[in-house]
Antibody, heavy 121, light 107 residues
Framework: EVQLVESGGGLVKPGESLTLSCAAAGFTFSSYAMNWVRQAPGKGLEWVAFISDASNYYADAVKGRVTISRDNAQNSLYLQMNSLRAEDTAIYYC????????????????WGLGTLVTVSS | DIQMTQSPSTLSASVGDRVTITCRASQSISSWLAWFQQKPGKAPRLLIYKASNLQRGVPSRFSGSGSGTDFTLTISSLQPDDFATYYCQQYHSFSWTFGQGTKVEIK
């Protein structure tokens, strides 16, 4: 069974840093692209970052402040967030999939339960 | 970035009703569109992928159609468990974008 479990969220002050983790199980982690998606309280879904073996992409709202990384040996995905702002307050989900390779594009078929990041003074 | 526009934002319906939600992309995304259901406090649940393919385990009352820029999610006979918020999502590009959501409420 595919499982994605996020951790690392919490309450931080504006300007501080935080690193989120996503532990993957039940599939060959290294074979899949991965993403972070966030949802501010009472708002819709917003894609944050993508990582494959060859490339990383970031949403404009976080570019320059966020770094996505992965450790295939540990089946883990990470999101390092710096210079946090109040508008970064959200539930952060990791999601499997993404990218277009050859003739196929890959949808987010599995999501974790999310971890809440609150940025407030 | 590809913009996704969903309508309506809110929909009031009764059990047994046929419900239709539309989603329009700002440029062609072929059939690279997914639909999700989300309930309060829960992660999104995949319903439909590649515009019209039903995800395993999803009831057959859910269906999707469309290609290019215009897409539709239909619930053929609304059930009590279906009251939730629904999102469309394009995955034609690395930078996914989502519609703003449609909340299906009890009439």
């Amino acid at each position: 069974e595919v499982q994605l479990v996020e951790s690392g969220g919490g309450l931080v002050k504006p300007g501080e840093s935080l690193t989120l983790s996503c532990a993957a199980a039940g599939f060959t982690f290294s074979s899949y692209a991965m993403n972070w998606v966030r949802q501010a309280p009472g708002k819709g879904l917003e894609w944050v970052a993508f990582i494959s073996d060859a490339s990383n992409y970031y949403a404009d709202a976080v570019k320059g402040r966020v770094t996505i990384s992965r450790d295939n040996a540990q089946n883990s995905l990470y999101l390092q967030m710096n210079s946090l702002r109040a508008e970064d307050t959200a539930i952060y989900y990791c999601a499997r999939g993404g990218g277009c390779f050859g003739d196929t594009c890959y949808y987010p078929d599995y999501w974790g339960l999310g971890t809440l990041v609150t940025v407030s003074s | 970035d590809i913009q996704m526009t969903q309508s309506p934002s809110t929909l009031s319906a009764s059990v047994g009703d046929r419900v239709t939600i539309t989603c329009r992309a700002s440029q062609s995304i072929s059939s690279w569109l997914a639909w999700f259901q989300q309930k309060p406090g829960k992660a999104p649940r995949l319903l439909i992928y590649k515009a019209s393919n039903l995800q395993r385990g999803v009831p057959s009352r859910f269906s999707g159609s469309g290609s290019g820029t215009d897409f539709t999610l239909t619930i053929s006979s609304l059930q009590p468990d279906d009251f939730a918020t629904y999102y469309c999502q394009q995955y034609h590009s690395f930078s996914w974008t989502f519609g703003q959501g449609t909340k299906v409420e009890i009439k």
